[in-house]
């Protein structure tokens, strides 16, 4: 009942003119950063993130929610058409979608990924909803000890997932704790690593950071060759988009197979949506009649990894709401975001905040029918903006790059870092460096230094308080056992198979 | 021997070199204070963690290096000098923005991308840079209010 009535309340902010419009233009940038490939939810994020300072901070959230989820939806209309994912987790889409344009039935295609979309979109908030009160009442058993084990899980599971090397996962991880340290000491007021520059007093901004290791990397990288594409065309007409009854009978699994795994998958931090889709695919081939089809152009094969892609959305809101704690590079950058606009993401957030949490809910409902609204009729829309010349929207991006640095304290220092990270950015992908490990350990560095500070504090300086406690024992010990899992040849094979899936 | 096995291997040089810099850097904060373990505690061991998986993946990449087709590399090369270039570019409108403005280096990058990168002609650029110069200024500036470096033309 409290939920329902809390729904209620979730409602009346959702749908006010405001968060209305606000919504709609974070879904609608979402798809369309979602049909651009080479410009992720995350750049995009943190380069729109300076702009809402001036906004109410659950408008902002509900915006920003709105572009990551609007990703989802529009990261399969380049798999389909074009067979380039606008996205990584449209990577499965490729397979069976690329193969149902190529055989004319590219609207059907785009059509059940939008159905897919919405199906298993409903789905993850429904269990955001329902799962994110519960965690959170558990979480505030948690005490230093606990969450400095929680956070080193977070960053053990993304170190486990990402990147083909977990050296150079953990090395990634290492760089973005000690970014995270830069700056006045909290406990003591000491600076540390500043190299006598002032304006290090107060750390390197995260903004900066994360646009220049995605947007300027990934621009950089994507100027490196001069390539395109053949495009099919989309047929007009929404009964072309629609998918026909026995297509929906088809998929009728891979919406619930697509709708579950990508829910639970989410809320397991570092796995995200590209394990998801890839998970749903698998386990939508393994259970099928024909596995043969799997690959030759069958609609389930689409309907399993977008439904995945998307229900994976509300599971990762689940960690970073109720337990601060981000599965992602972007839910990263969201969690930067709401400490920026003043929330403490964590247990107390629900009941501290029931304004932002349920008015969230209730806009990913009211998000998911726009994006189906969206999505169906303007597919061929949406086409058209791959036609935009690559040598308009790379300059762009630098110009929105250096605005975004710039404009967080109107200071040229902060577009020299963006330069900085954005060379590292581009290397760090090149030779293979995940930036999602290094994102997420500037995110929590401060988090976890404190909490191992203040466990310390309380032990007296005794490490044994870290595995001591039961919870915090049996977390550290999961992390452990991820860190040195690979090891073992079945699971790094597995592990290997499912990474280069991410990075195809 | 491959862009991939070199790059491994240069990273794991300048990283291990980095840990280095931590460590030392680490070792001059006071390691515990009255509160308990001091500032110079994490980085401290961070600075360890970043050495010793650095040396570790040096030396894997040392054991894998291998052979890879000259085509391979040349594209690698061609490719890098694009990206590094583009960054190059990137960078010098950084240093133009007190100098010129936002606009006019912005315009300056973009003429150069399309240019130098896409092999387009000077008009094409010209409108480009003209359009988001302009484009920039009406949203950023105008509608959004964003103040952005301003040069001695005003924009």
């Given at each position: ?6 729904l209620?309340?979730?409602f009346s902010i959702a ?5 209305l419009?606000?919504?709609f233009?974070?879904v609608f ?5 979602g049909?651009l490939p ?12 300076p ?9 902002a959230?509900?915006m920003?929610?709105g572009?990551?989820y609007?990703a ?5 209309t380049?798999?389909?058409l ?7 987790a ?12 190529r055989q004319g ?6 059509g059940?990924a939008a159905?897919?979309?919405?199906v298993?979109g409903s789905?993850?908030?429904?269990g955001l909803?329902?799962m994110?009160p ?9 005490g ?11 960053l ?6 990402t ?13 973005g704790l000690?970014?995270?340290g ?5 406990f003591?007021a ?5 190299f006598?520059?002032?304006e ?6 995260f903004?900066?950071v994360?646009?220049g290791l995605f ?8 100027l490196e060759?001069?390539t ?6 989309v ?10 009854l026995k297509?929906l009978?088809?998929?009728r ?8 795994v990508?829910?639970?998958i989410?809320v397991l931090p570092g796995?995200g949506?590209?394990?998801?889709s ?7 081939k393994a259970?099928?009649r024909?596995?043969e089809?799997?690959g ?9 990894p977008e ?6 959305t509300?599971g ?5 709401l109720t337990?601060?704690?981000p599965?992602?590079?972007?839910t ?6 709401l400490?920026l606009w003043?929330f403490r ?5 629900i009941q501290?905040?029931?304004n932002?949490f349920?008015g969230?809910?209730?806009?990913m ?7 189906l609204?969206l999505n169906l009729?303007l597919?061929?829309v949406?086409?058209?903006?791959l036609?935009?010349?690559y040598?308009v929207?790379y300059?762009a991006?630098?110009g929105?790059?250096?605005?975004g640095a710039?404009s967080?304290?109107n ?9 900085i990270f954005?060379?590292?950015?581009y290397f760090m992908?090149?030779l ?6 290094l994102v997420?350990?500037m995110?929590?560095?401060k988090?976890l230094?404190l909490?191992l ?5 309380m032990s ?7 595995v001591g406690?039961?919870?915090?024992a ?8 991820l860190?040195f ?11 290997t198979?499912a990474?280069?899936q991410e990075?195809? | ?5 070199r790059?491994?291997?240069?990273s794991?040089?300048i990283?291990s070199?980095f840990?280095i810099l931590?460590?030392s850097?680490a070792t ?7 509160f308990g373990?001091?500032?110079?505690f994490?980085p ?5 963690g ?7 993946a ?8 291998g ?12 490719e890098?000098i694009?990206?590094?270039?583009s ?5 010098v409108?950084?240093a133009l923005?007190p100098l010129?403005?936002f ?5 300056l990058l ?13 008009w094409?650029?010209?409108?480009v840079?003209?359009?988001l ?16 470096p301003v040069?001695?033309l005003?924009?």
């Open positions: 009942m409290d939920a329902i009535n809390n209620v309340l979730g749908l006010s003119a405001a968060n419009f606000w919504c233009v974070g940038l979402g798809t369309i950063v049909v080479g410009l992720g939810p995350p750049a995009t994020i943190a380069l729109l993130l702009l809402t300072f001036k906004m109410d901070p659950t408008t959230m509900i920003m929610a572009i990551y609007g989802k939806y529009g990261g399969s380049t798999s389909i074009l067979n380039v994912p606008g996205e990584s449209s990577v499965v889409t490729c397979l069976d979608g690329y193969q149902l344009a039935r590219a609207g059907p295609a785009l059940i159905i897919a979309s919405f298993a789905f993850g908030v429904l909803m329902f994110a519960p965690v959170a009442r558990f979480a505030l058993r948690f230093p000890p606990e969450y400095f084990a929680l956070m080193v899980v977070g053990a599971m993304v170190v486990f997932l990147g083909r090397s977990m050296v150079k996962g953990v090395l990634a991880t290492l760089v000690w970014l995270a830069v700056g006045t000491d909290v003591t000491q600076s540390r690593f500043t006598g520059h002032m290090l007093l107060d750390g390197i901004d903004i900066v994360s646009i947007a300027i990397g990934e621009v950089l990288i994507n060759s001069r395109g594409a053949q495009i099919f065309k047929p007009r007409g929404l009964r072309n988009l629609l998918p026909t297509d009978k088809d998929s699994f891979a919406f619930v197979n697509g709708s579950v990508g829910f639970f989410g796995a949506s590209t394990i998801a890839f998970l749903s695919y698998g386990l939508e259970f099928s024909n596995p089809m799997f030759a152009g069958v609609i389930e094969g689409v309907a399993a439904g995945a892609n998307n229900s994976e509300g990762a809101l689940v960690p970073l337990l601060g704690i599965g992602s590079a972007t990263a950058i969201l969690l930067a975001a400490h003043g993401p964590g247990p107390l957030l501290e905040n029931p932002l349920w969230l809910v209730a806009s409902y009211v998000g998911n029918v726009m994006l609204v009729p597919v061929p949406f086409a058209q903006i036609k935009v010349p040598f929207l300059p991006i630098f929105i790059s250096i605005i710039y967080i304290s200071s040229l220092f902060d577009v020299w870092m963006l330069g954005g060379l590292l950015g992908r090149k293979d460096y995940p930036a999602a490990p997420l350990g995110v929590l560095g988090r230094e909490a500070r203040q466990s310390l504090m007296q300086g005794r490490l044994s308080i870290l406690r039961p919870l915090s049996a977390m550290l010990l999961f992390a452990v056992v860190l899992m690979p090891m073992l040849g079945r699971v790094r094979a597995w592990r198979r990474i280069e990075l195809l | 021997m491959s862009f991939e096995h790059g491994d291997q240069l794991g040089i990283l070199g840990g931590v460590i850097e001059a904060l006071p390691y515990v204070s009255e373990p001091g500032p110079g994490l401290l061991w961070i600075g360890i970043i050495t010793a998986c650095s040396l570790a040096l030396v894997v990449s040392f054991f894998r290096a052979k890879r087709s000259l085509d391979s590399s040349e594209l690698s090369r061609i890098i694009r990206g590094v270039g960054w190059a570019a990137f960078v409108s950084i923005l010129i403005g606009g006019l280096s912005l315009g973009s003429v150069f991308l399309i240019i130098a990168l896409d092999r387009r002609s000077p094409v650029a010209l409108g840079a003209l359009f110069a302009l484009g920039f200024h009406l949203v950023f500036n105008l509608a959004l209010g964003v103040s952005l040069g001695p005003g924009f």
